[in-house]
């Protein structure tokens, strides 16, 4: 592992090419208010945050990305475009793997934007691209907003796409709830009229109203038709598919014919590949995975990239970023803005470029 010295001037060499690039140099508190921010990172970051608690703020957590500070910090003075770079230790448990580091340097960019948000993806990613090249290093693309789409325009009910739309995120979660929509592996519930008919004393911490909400709503599931076939099979096609992006598009386009709600999400990558494109991105080779950023920061909602390096497939990615519209919307009370950005590991480039030397 490269000396701490080194990947301090490494941060901050990458600090100065962002703020050359246009970007406003910020600062974050170590220290975050969890009640507030937790439940936007995610499953994954929830699990893993170091919690704390402070008898006059409440319940603290320890730092384990930058973007949601920032995003908070931009939402509170307006919503009006900028862009920022930041550089500082993160920190995440590493319950599984002892190997991987539990805080580290984290460098980043953000671009707050609404004149032209295929432009500002392209910005991003084209830059940490220039940044990283002498790497070696796999880019892999993808876009949230595109199964976004599709599940809200299955023909079903609310019900059952807010609880898609809530696992996107966990896909073996995901695909169980298609699969029981589909109705498949699972058999219908027959509920008693009367439920409650003989039953002893209350006990738990659900009350008697709690329980009959959760029973109505398993009769209204029972009662609801099984999502057709030519959907299911529309979101595996969509879901499967793993290619370069004129080819991905192509595909994709195809099976818009039985997913029409995704239409809007593909104009939006075609317009980011011509973007990509304008600033010298070989698009013709750039891979996309249209299930790629599944397991990434839940507030994520449109373009998603990565960096990896594949002939060390022991290290995780040297560089994630993605689209987040709604985060600012969530953040911003009544004021909302697009945004998209990416965070950096000047450790792991430090630590290929030696290897490569």
Known sequence: MPARANILAQAASLRARFEAAGALSVETPVLQPAETLLDLYGEDIRARAYVTSDALRGEQMLRPDFTVPVVQMHMQNGAEPARYTYSGEVFRRQEHDPDRANEYIQVGYEVFDRANPAAADAEVFALFSDVLSGLDLRASTGDIG?????????????????????????????????????????????????????????????????????????????????????????????????????????????????????????????????????????????????????????????FVFGFSAERRPDLPPVATGGRYDALTRHLGRGTEIPAVGGVLRPGLMLELAEGAA
């Not at 009350?207 to 999502?227: N, Q």
């Not at 595909?251 to 010298?280: K, Y």
């Open 146 to 302: 595109i199964l976004m789409a599709a599940v809200q325009g299955l023909e079903t009910t609310k019900r059952r796409k807010a609880a898609l739309s809530r696992h996107i995120w966990r896909p073996r979660r995901f695909r169980a709830l298609l699969d029981r929509y589909a109705g498949r592996g699972q058999p219908r519930a027959i509920l008693a009229d009367d439920p409650f008919a003989g039953a002893g004393p209350e006990i738990g911490r659900r009350t008697r109203s709690e329980v009959e909400a959760r029973l109505t709503a398993l009769r209204h599931e029972a009662d609801t038709p099984a999502l057709s076939d030519t959907e299911i099979a529309a979101l595996d096609a969509l879901l499967a598919v793993r290619e370069t992006i004129p080819f991905a598009l192509a595909q994709l386009r195809d099976i818009a014919v039985d997913l029409r709600a995704i239409t809007p999400a593909l104009n939006r990558m075609e317009a980011r590949s011509e973007a990509l494109a304008a600033r010298g991105i070989d698009v013709d080779s750039l891979d996309f995975e249209a299930s790629y950023g599944r397991t990434s920061m839940e507030y994520y909602d449109g």
